[in-house]
């Protein structure tokens, strides 16, 4: 198991005494000028993380209605347009430079027929596992919350079923253990036939807790520290996942709580 950390939990420094690798989310590293990349600073960031012996992994710009995400970066992949396909483009290019292992995508939204907009996200993540591709990226997409209907792949099956479609070497699942968890309620019998269902599929998984029900705030995704809700993470341990569970939290101090419990 290698456990890793959201670059929202703390500074490199920090960091890097705590886990061996750390996600990189996009909208945080100041890269863009609006939607314009711009470049310098990526080759600037390349030479900090070098001081660094970290792994990284990309976390893409998404859908979000939150006040404090940059209204420019807002990517929905089921209605990809020329300039939102070029900012998840962007974030795989950015994947190349580093060496970063995945790029993590979330999936679409429905708005309008639901078949249509899963449609519309095949044939978008297709083109863009293509590009992967010829990057020598892998992309993740991600399982997302069942708290707000107008996500797509809220379930195992729908995850599966997009990335057996697309058919990609360079495209397999980044596990929500915590969207997963609100998407069957905070039961545990149905967590772990999630992540069973899932497993063979797996190239990233997202670590974080919360209560298993819609809150005010979030849809419910709180995204605590483990051990701050209901999940049981000894689930992990039947899946044999050897590779990077990403502890996307916070602060510093969730992610010390976190691998306690991982550990």
């Not at 978008?124 to 990226?137: I, P, Q, T, W």
Request: charged content about 25%; some cysteine; hydrophobic content about 40%.
């Amino acid at each position: 198991m290698i456990i890793g950390a959201s670059s929202f939990a703390g500074t490199l420094p920090e960091l890097e005494s705590e886990v061996e690798s750390i996600e990189l989310y996009i909208p945080k590293l100041e890269v863009y000028e609006g939607t314009k990349l711009i470049r310098s600073r990526i080759y600037n960031l390349k030479d900090t993380l070098s001081a660094y012996d970290l792994s990284t992994s990309i976390h893409a710009p998404y859908f979000s209605d939150a006040p404090n995400y940059p209204c420019e970066l807002i990517v929905d992949t089921a209605r990809l347009t020329d300039k939102t396909r070029r900012l998840l483009e962007d974030s795989i290019r950015i994947a190349e430079v580093l060496g970063s292992g995945i790029v993590v995508i979330h999936p679409g939204r429905i708005n309008g027929i639901r078949e249509k907009c899963f449609e519309n996200m095949i044939s978008g993540l297709s083109c863009l596992s293509k590009f992967a591709e010829d990057a020598n990226v892998m992309l993740g997409i991600e399982n997302k919350e069942g708290t707000d209907q107008k996500n797509l792949c809220i379930s195992a099956c729908d995850l599966i079923k997009a990335i057996e479609e697309i058919d990609s070497p360079n495209l397999r699942a980044t596990f929500d253990i915590g969207h997963a968890n609100l998407t069957c309620e905070g039961n545990q019998e149905k967590l772990r036939e999630f992540a069973e269902e899932l497993r063979n599929h797996i190239a990233h998984i997202h670590i974080h807790d919360n209560h298993g029900f819609m809150t005010e705030k979030f849809w419910g995704d709180l995204h605590g520290a483990p051990g701050t809700g209901v999940i049981d993470f000894s689930l992990l341990k039947d899946l044999r996942f050897k590779g990077v569970h990403n502890l996307e939290v916070f602060s510093l101090e969730d992610v010390r709580t976190g691998k306690k419990v991982l550990l």
